[in-house]
């Protein structure tokens, strides 16, 4: 009986260290996030504002104007549902805050998309910011998209394709987002290096053929 027992123990000796090493080098990984590319969301002002009465961003003030905006750029996963809230957040710095609100409504917003999305990106804050910046001002609206004085219907694809053929992207680099048949917002799909490339599956589509868009304010 003592020799059974020994071989057991020696075999012991040796399998610990052997998964301790493994769980070591399993857990190396764990936390870095993981993404295809980026999808970049511009939301449609006059829908956000007529179903937020109450908000009191320059999204919504009166006599701004506001078209599309600036919601954010989102690390996207070619099949599945994309990563978010990857790790604890800091505050996004002052400074930050104060240059992004050139291009979005509120410093709420800026502190919500790092937590969500930014901290998926593998970037600092200073670097996912200015993506979030760059991939913004690189986009060019449609004109006939600028200046609505009346709400209008326009085919879903069509849309699409007038902001693929404005920023000579790919026919399936654009989507849109709608709600009962109003557009929501317009999303582009970007490479890592914020080029243009067509969206995947994962990415959702307006159901409707047809969107209807409100006048800004």
């Given amino acids: 009986m003592k020799r059974p027992i020994s071989a057991v123990l020696v075999c012991l000796m040796f399998l610990v260290p052997m ?7 399993s857990g190396g990984n764990k936390g870095k996030p993981k993404f295809d590319y980026y999808l970049l969301a511009l939301s ?3 829908t956000f504002c007529a179903s937020h009465p ?5 999204e919504c003030k009166t006599g701004n104007h506001a078209t599309f905006v600036l919601h954010g ?9 994309p990563p978010m809230n990857c790790k604890p957040a800091s505050p996004v710095s002052s400074s930050i805050a104060r240059h992004m609100l050139e291009y979005m409504p509120s410093r709420s917003l800026i502190q919500h998309e790092w937590e969500k999305h930014g901290t998926c990106s593998g970037l600092s ?3 996912y910011f200015k993506n979030v910046e760059n991939s913004f001002t690189a986009v060019k609206v449609p004109d006939e998209f600028k200046n609505l004085d009346h709400k209008q219907n326009f085919a879903l694809k ?4 007038k902001f693929a053929q404005a920023n000579n992207a790919p026919e399936e680099a654009f989507r849109i987002s709608c709600h009962a048949g109003e557009l929501i917002s317009v999303e582009a799909c970007l490479t890592k290096d914020l ?6 599956k994962s990415v959702r589509e307006c159901p409707s053929d047809e969107i209807s868009m409100r006048p800004p304010k």
Avoid: H, I, N
């Fill in 158 to 161: 069509d849309v699409e394709q």
């Fill in 73 to 81: 750029l989102w690390p996207q996963a070619d099949s599945g549902q």
């Fill in 125 to 127: 804050a200073a670097d």
């Fill in 44 to 46: 449609w002002a006059p």
């Fill in 19 to 25: 998964t301790a090493t493994k769980r070591k080098s």
């Fill in 54 to 58: 109450q908000d009191k961003s320059s």
């Fill in 195 to 200: 080029q243009y490339q067509a969206c995947s």
